[in-house]
């Protein structure tokens, strides 16, 4: 029993090492320079969704408080905000526990009017992560696929003024 609970307790362990890992070891997707041509992730609805040549911003929200601060932002918006200044919205929900997210984070999101794209993969969510304050909505600026600036703004507020200006 004891040699049971000691595996139980060192897969535990490694488990919860792992984001960190992952993190450590991750090659950085949101770097200036970087091209995005190839991304492709679902939406809340599980439906595919890749970039297209127009993309001109990618919004990300990599924390609960900046996705659920990103998500009131674009309720009060019409569904269609986002589409006026070819933007996505990206959330990352990879962070949250399987059950969690199959039974509250991904029904309330199907009830969202507006698109979202999910990151719902650990390596991924550290390849977008890595170098970046995931403290603040992180939004990507694109010229034909490519990465050419990153800017973070603390609040929607921000946000809002920031496109309304491009």
């Given at each position: ?29 949101l770097v200036v320079g970087n091209i995005l ?130």
């Open positions: 029993m004891k040699i049971l609970l000691t595996l139980l307790m060192s897969a535990l362990f490694f488990i919860g090492c792992s984001d960190d890992e992952a993190l450590k070891n991750a090659q950085a997707k041509a190839n991304l492709e992730l679902p939406d809340q609805h599980q439906k595919m969704k890749k970039l297209s040549k127009d993309t001109k911003y990618l919004i990300f929200s990599f924390s609960k408080p900046v996705g659920h601060m990103c998500n009131a932002f674009l309720q009060d918006k019409k569904p269609t905000y986002l589409q006026q200044f070819n933007a996505l919205y990206i959330a990352d929900v990879s962070p949250a526990p399987s059950i969690i997210k199959n039974m509250f984070i991904l029904p309330d999101l199907e009830k969202l009017p507006f698109e979202i794209l999910l990151i719902n993969d650990d390596k991924l969510s550290a390849e977008f992560q890595k170098g970046i304050d995931t403290t603040k909505i992180v939004v990507a600026t694109l010229d034909n696929f490519k990465i050419v600036k990153i800017d973070y703004f603390a609040d929607a507020k921000a946000l809002e003024s920031f496109l309304s200006k491009n």
